[in-house]
């Protein structure tokens, strides 16, 4: 493995790899490597000795770090000035992992809850500094909110997985942690009803934050006895107390609500980020899609039917699915996600049907043409993180 | 001056069957080469270029701009994209030797859905129109840039708008699910759909902002927003640029992200008030508009929190909105600042860069000492919780000097927004105007990687030549190598 402590040891690495023509995986910490396809190489380049957190500004409401500073560094350090990260992103209970950093975060474009809000990572992402395929620094964005300044190169890599170019450094938007968080719970809903209900609280003008329904078996990872439709608001306490009111007022045509104090809506909202609801079994495959929020309890039914359990994020935006690694139940999801016009991603499976079958849903021609030259433009000889999105 | 490329001479000399070519394609509906029916499309926003085009389509359906670009790339003619023709920068300037593609007529909203919160419309619908279709459902779009009455959204997602309250609800970017994209090879390209995340690279991101460079946006999927219950507008004016954005800062390090974050400093305050009679404080030297939302007890209760952090920073005064009508006229003085200074001056060059925040007070002062150096008065508005700097040159353009001076103060004023860590463009974009400062900002490595993103879409540089990437002859790149700049 090769994990340079500077921005140069990047690009003579890649450099140095492109010469040879020997492909390279490019990692944080490594956990994510059950994401998608598996890349087969000869080495690993990894951003995580080159960590540090160069510019915190939270009267600007930025921070800069490092591409291999840890989530729970970056975290930290928002603590102290009362901050956090918008897009809350997870850390999955399925990754087995003590923590990831913040590079390979952005590099999957990884977003919480909140993304149905505020918006996902990408969102977030104003500048970056990267080490191309063609062993060249480059920056895109930078550090101001607003910037239409040339190609908004930034966004291409935010969710291109590492083979557009090694992140090295990155400036993302913060923003103040609310005072208090408050959720309106309503117990024992159908999927078709809850949606209805999560869909009637993002278009309030209480300005929902989350909105999720767990289903039976994932309430009962997380400690309810049936399923439970969720809704939560963040803000001044004074606020959160009038609005989680008024929220369940509204929703009172679905069932009777509990609103959650603020401790046990953190508690139940960060499981609901981190898929801790998810009834995984050990050697089962996670799949998520995401889809325009009425399908996604039909394709809940869906997998239910292929065997398959999850629960709904995102107003029912984003499903979780997890069940046994077969050939059936991947076909299962794509074909439920195909027919809901949603896009689906595998984000954990034995390497047999990681190697063996797509892990996102491949390209129409015309885009694909285009993509190829998009990725010959960063990575002519074709060396960073071979096959980890596509088949080679 | 700004140069343009010199035109294809054979495009030129087939302008008769490019012509031809196109009233067949449109059925001989919406295609104009009359000289004087092409005169207002001559220029846009940033009207002190002019430049007649070869002619100008106006297409009905994404299927007709498919098959003009289509037959425009057969031909290798250029092609010019537009919307409302409002972009400052300009971004739809015509070529001699291309054909501009009006999206007017492609004004259709196609759906709005509720439930899943999203609205289709078509590239030629203007911004605010969006808003209209959905406000008596209490439903709204959020980016709202000065221009939104006559804007469209094309154009909207060609130059990445943002707006007064961008601030809380983000940009164009942030705010778009899926388009339909038509390239130069008259492809069409459904990027993102209605649903939040899409699988592989961020198309919808990159091609946002990117001045028609990369392919002409026919259909738009928005996120619409559920509106809040209300909102109500303050005023704070303060005795100095530094504590008036001192007190900015204290204001969002106190937790509370406002609505909207305005500043403008002394002669934008008295442009705007002689416009307006908004009620604006003509004592003062800077005076920030902050907007809250919310219940009207949420309002009172924010507005007091923001009174006590003002109150803080000695302001000469504070005055809170009390009804529906003042945040109106509030609004209304700083949304016509652009009209105001048109009122006191003949002509004048709005600029638009953005800069940390925290550099604000430096960054006025040398404006203030660049405007006593060039001799040329300007007014500053500036959305002040992102950044974004509007400063407005007022010269007379009958005088070639004045001119002149006016634009040399202006690309100083751009430098020093990179000198500090921002950016040549907030909102407008780069189109010609900033083209040949692009230099400032990025390194010649990072201008080849975006050049060959270009060229990655649009091989032939074809779509929207001589904007955005400063002309070089001789470079090895394609595109602007194939473009010798005029004598």
Known sequence: ?392 | MISLPKPKADVLARRDAVHQGLRAIMRDRGVITDPTKLKPYETDGLSAYRQMPLAVVLPETTEDVAAILRFCHENGVRVVPRGAGTSLAGGALPLEDAVVIGMMRMNRIVEVNYRDRYAVVQAGVTNLGITKAVEADGFFYAPDPSSQLACMIGGNIGMNSGGAHCLKYGVTANNVLGIKLVTIEGEILELGGTHLDTAGYDWLGIVIGSEGQLGIATEITVRILRAPEGTRAMLAAFDGNEVAGACVDAIISSGIIPVALEFMDRPAIHACEAFAHAGYPLDAEAMLIIEVEGSVAEQDWLLGRIKEICARFNPISLKVSQSAEESAAIWKGRKGAFGAVGRISPDYLCMDGTIPTSTLPLVLRRIGEMSAQYGLQVANIFHAGDGNLHPLIMFDANDPASMHKAEAFGADILCLCVEVGGCLTGEHGVGVEKRDLMRVQFTEIELEQQRRVKSAFDPEWLLNTAKVFPLQPGTASAGPDALPQAA
């Open chain 1, 1 to 392: 493995m090769i994990a340079p402590g500077d921005e140069a040891g990047f690009a003579s690495a890649i450099d140095a790899a492109a010469a040879a023509r020997t492909p390279l995986t490019i990692e944080g910490l490594g956990s994510k490597g059950g994401f998608l396809r598996p890349t087969q190489t000869a080495d690993t380049l990894s951003t995580r000795n080159f960590a540090g957190i160069p510019l915190y500004a939270p009267q600007e409401l930025i921070i800069t770090a490092r591409a291999g500073t840890t989530l729970a560094a970056v975290e930290a350090k928002l603590d102290e000035g009362g901050q956090h990260l918008i897009a809350e992103p997870p850390q999955y209970a399925f990754l087995d992992a003590p923590d990831q950093t913040i590079g390979g975060i952005v590099a999957a474009n990884l977003s919480g809850p909140r993304r149905i809000a505020w918006g996902a990572m990408r969102d977030h992402l104003m500048g970056i500094r990267a080490a191309t395929g063609r062993g060249e620094i480059i920056r895109s964005g930078g550090r101001v909110l607003k910037n239409v300044t040339g190609l908004d190169l930034c966004k291409l890599f935010a969710g291109s997985y590492g083979t557009l170019g090694v992140i090295t450094e990155l400036t993302l938007k913060i923003l103040p942690k609310p005072e208090a968080t408050g959720t309106v719970m309503i117990r024992g809903l159908r999927p078709d009803d809850a949606v209805r209900a999560l869909s009637v609280a993002l278009g309030s003008p209480f300005s929902v934050s989350g909105a999720a329904y767990l289903p039976q078996e994932a309430a009962m990872a997380v400690g309810f006895e049936n399923t439970v439709t969720i809704a939560r608001i963040e803000d001044f306490a004074a606020s959160v107390a009038y609005r989680t009111e008024a929220l369940a007022g509204l929703l009172k045509k679905f069932g009777p609500a509990d609103i959650l104090d603020t401790p046990a809506s953190l508690t139940l909202w960060r499981a609901v980020r981190d898929a801790e609801p998810l009834p995984i079994q050990p050697g089962d495959a996670v799949w998520k899609i995401s889809v325009r929020p009425s399908y996604g309890a039909s394709i809940l039914h869906a997998g239910h039917a292929a065997g398959l359990f999850g629960y709904l994020d995102w107003g029912g935006g984003l499903v979780f699915l997890t069940g046994p690694a077969t050939d059936e139940a991947h076909a299962a999801v794509i074909a439920a996600a195909r027919r809901a016009k949603g896009e689906w991603w595998l984000l954990r499976a034995p390497e047999r049907l990681r190697l063996s079958e797509d892990a996102m849903p491949r390209i129409p021609p015309g885009l694909a043409a285009i993509r190829q030259r998009v990725v010959a433009a960063f990575d002519p000889a074709g060396i960073l993180n071979p096959g980890r999105m596509f088949a080679a």
